[in-house]
């Protein structure tokens, strides 16, 4: 089976489009969580990810937005654009929203891989260093999670001997680009596909990945949008400018 990893494409509609008209061939479509939150296009983005299939689970600003988490533990930033995407939403788009399901997620067809948005311990925990990936890395029952939250493309490994992280180096900034990273017998892997929306490790670029079950194999991917379009549409939306500077950054 062939996977295609969406996570926190943020209200991005130029991102998603760029990442489905550049991605492989793939059987189902599987978004990790944030859905919504600090882009402009709230519910293109919605119907266009309810359109992909139903495989989901919820990530931290598809609650805030739909008021099932307080907003107080985000930075004004991001608070000010959960309370606006709120106030945009169409009534379905944000019912649709409030019922995601809490990961971790499994495919019946696939029991030793599971979805999660922030780490299958903890949907909301960021897993960001190898001492964060450690716990769910060890008490995991499934070898491998892919996982959002972070907006950092790569990932993290176990052979209960060492722990290891892994990030694509691409050779572009600009460009389609793909990296293959193969998965070995006996290892456990926590996965981040990265953000189609908001990047956050210096790479503007779109980030998403393909997984082959069959050959074991994860396909980083990345792909240039229409970066102007995006920061255009939060500038007329009247939302904070910091959201459409920093996609220029990848930060």
Not at 10 to 22: D, G, M, R, T, V
């Amino acid at each position: 089976m062939r996977l295609l990893l969406l996570s926190d494409i943020h209200s991005n509609l130029e991102a998603l489009e760029a990442c489905l008209a550049a991605a492989p061939a793939h059987d189902v479509v599987v978004n990790l969580g944030d859905i919504v939150g600090y882009g402009a296009s709230p519910n293109e983005v919605t119907e266009r990810s309810r359109g992909l299939g139903k495989l989901f689970v919820r990530g931290n600003h598809d609650k805030a937005a739909t008021g099932l988490m307080d907003i107080s533990d985000f930075n004004p930033v991001a608070g000010l654009a959960a309370l606006w995407t709120r106030d945009k939403l169409k009534s379905e788009n944000l019912e649709w929203l409030r019922a995601l399901p809490h990961g971790p997620m499994q495919i019946d067809d696939l029991p030793n891989v599971q979805f999660v948005h922030g780490s299958p311990v903890d949907e909301d925990e960021y897993v960001v260093t190898l001492q964060d990936a450690l716990e769910p890395l060890l008490v995991s029952t499934v070898p491998v999670t892919f996982f959002g939250h972070t907006h950092l493309q790569g990932g993290f490994s176990t052979n209960h001997s060492s722990t290891d992280d892994y990030r694509p180096v691409y050779k572009t900034v600009g460009q389609n680009e793909t990296r293959d990273f193969p998965l070995k017998e006996g290892v456990r892997y926590l996965i981040n596909p990265g953000s189609v929306g908001q990047p956050r490790d210096g790479d503007w670029r779109a980030a998403f990945a393909l997984f082959d079950s069959d050959a074991r194999l994860v396909t980083f991917c990345r792909t240039p949008y229409n970066l102007k379009g995006a920061q255009d549409r939060i500038v007329a939306a009247n939302l904070p400018q910091r959201l459409a500077t920093r996609l220029a950054a990848g930060r």
